[in-house]
């Protein structure tokens, strides 16, 4: 079936330094949806893309639909320490109403 | 728009107890989820309702049951508590697919604890 795979799992850094992450597939994708999650809160929708190639940006945070469509980025740039909890990548399984998502990578700030 | 609004927020249940988690979506979308989340780990998927008045299993569907109740609202249904089935839970909507955007939104989670 299809798993998204997502790199770093988790990360330290400083506050002020640029963030990037990523989001694999062992298939295409047709949508790609980025999320952070803080602790005790639901699931937030920071970024969709819906066409390979594509570049957007939400404020600090720009992710891209890889060319391959099987592969998804995200980076946060000059990170504060509200960047902190936990970020992951989700799509629509092909042909089906189900969603899978990604490991998440768990971001830590350092101020 | 509220988005995605469920109830309660907390819930303490005693083993075989049974309770119904609400959710509702003001966005008019065709598509609703339930996903429980454990510590640490990821979002599965219990139910989902594809459209109004259709639901199918997800994942872990054993030991709940759901009601799609109208195109607003669909609840998630325990008739017998257990220890196991404390975790958060979190319902979704999507507009569902065709030519639409595919976002899906959560609502803020119920905390349900079962002794």
């Known amino acids: 079936g299809q798993q998204l795979n997502q790199s770093p799992q988790s990360m330290f850094i400083q506050e002020g330094e640029d963030v990037s992450m990523n989001c694999t597939s062992s298939?295409?994708?047709?949508?790609w949806l980025w999320y952070k999650q803080d602790p005790g809160e639901g699931p937030v929708l920071l970024i969709a893309?819906?066409?390979?190639?594509e570049l957007t940006s939400n404020g600090r945070l720009t992710a891209q639909f890889g060319i391959t469509r099987k592969d998804s980025f995200l980076n946060i740039s000059a990170s504060i320490p509200s960047d902190v909890g936990i970020y992951f990548c989700?799509?629509?399984?092909?042909?089906?109403?189900?969603?899978?998502f990604g490991t998440g990578t768990r971001l830590k700030v350092l101020a | 728009n509220a988005g995605v609004t469920q109830t309660p927020k907390f819930q303490v249940l005693k083993t075989g107890q049974s309770m119904t988690l609400q959710c509702a979506q003001d966005?008019?979308?065709?598509?609703m989820y339930w996903y429980r989340q454990d510590p640490g780990m990821g979002l599965r998927l219990i139910y989902y309702?594809?459209?109004?008045?259709?639901?199918d299993k997800g994942e872990v569907p054993n030991g709940y049951n759901v009601s799609r109740l109208n195109k607003r609202e669909f609840s998630l249904r325990l008739e017998s508590a257990a220890p196991s089935q404390t975790s958060v839970y979190f319902c979704?909507?999507?507009?569902?697919?065709?030519?639409?955007?595919?976002?899906?939104?959560f609502g803020p989670g119920t905390r349900l604890t079962v002794t």
């Open positions: 893309l819906y066409k390979a190639g």
């Open positions: 966005m008019n979308h065709n598509s």
């Open positions: 309702s594809a459209s109004e008045g259709t639901t």
């Open positions: 989700a799509g629509p399984s092909s042909g089906t109403y189900k969603y899978i």
């Open positions: 979704a909507s999507t507009h569902g697919g065709g030519t639409v955007p595919l976002e899906q939104y």
């Open positions: 298939s295409i994708f047709n949508t």
